[in-house]
């Protein structure tokens, strides 16, 4: 059964970069039709999509953060990363990494699962 | 800000049923498939349905989705309490080209 968990540091200063990775384990990072995402969850909002990332290299990111953000992977360690520049109080959410389906037909086909459980980094100083 | 909108809250007895309706655009729901997501605070957000209306495996068929136009709409039959949760639809804007979800709806068992 594939699980993802979320890792690092809680407390993230403003102006620094916040640097999570995900371990993935009863699976590999390597499987063709999958891409591996990150999302975030402000206190008291909705999900955002942050990115995603194929193992092959292709990446796509949400325009908003996209100036700000690199996901990365590494197939030799099973994880892939998330960074996140010039963090904010705005940049305050709980992190989730997950599976992510991505495939084009008569439209594009975009799910995410399973899911991490999330961990909740803050940005203050 | 979400391009796709649903309603902030819905609720019903046990053993109701709810709908959830996502309403969205071209770009987006019209264009693409979609997918649900249930979230109960504190855990991992679970996929309930892919594509419109496939569910995972064990996932129960008191699930159900489906899309009409620009519209997305998750339909839960026999409620139980532990329905209580988050639920989000998401699918994939091909004008902004990044994935998108819902404003999220809070399902409420009476």
């Known amino acids: 059964q594939l699980q993802l968990q979320e890792s690092g540091p809680e407390l993230v200063k403003p102006s620094e970069t916040l640097s999570l990775t995900c371990t993935v384990s009863g699976g590999s990072i390597s499987g063709s039709s999958y891409h591996w995402g990150w999302i975030r969850q402000p206190p008291g909002k909705g999900l955002e999509w942050i990115g995603s990332m194929h193992y092959s290299g292709g990446a796509y990111y949400n325009p908003s953060l996209k100036s700000r953000v690199t996901i990365s992977i590494d197939t030799s360690k099973n994880q892939f990363s998330l960074k996140v520049n010039s963090v904010t109080a705005a940049d305050t959410a709980v992190y989730f990494c997950?599976?992510?389906?991505?495939?084009?037909?008569?439209?594009?086909?975009?799910?995410?699962?399973?899911w991490g459980q999330g961990t909740l980094v803050a940005v203050s100083s | 800000q979400s391009v796709l909108t649903q309603p902030p809250s819905v609720s019903a007895a046990p053993g109701q049923k709810v709908t959830i309706s996502c309403s969205g655009s071209s770009s987006n729901v019209g264009d693409n498939y979609v997918a649900w997501y249930q979230h109960l605070p504190g855990s991992a957000p679970k996929l309930l349905i892919y594509d419109n209306s496939n569910r995972p495996s064990g996932i129960p068929d008191r699930f159900s989705g489906s899309k009409s136009g620009t519209s997305a709409t998750l339909a839960i039959t026999g409620l139980q309490t532990g329905d209580e949760a988050d639920y989000y639809c998401?699918?994939?804007?091909?004008?902004?080209?990044?994935?998108?979800f819902g404003t999220g709806t809070k399902v409420t068992v009476l």
């Open positions: 998401g699918t994939w804007d091909s004008s902004l080209r990044t994935g998108v």
């Open positions: 997950a599976r992510r389906y991505a495939a084009a037909s008569t439209g594009v086909h975009n799910w995410f699962g399973p």
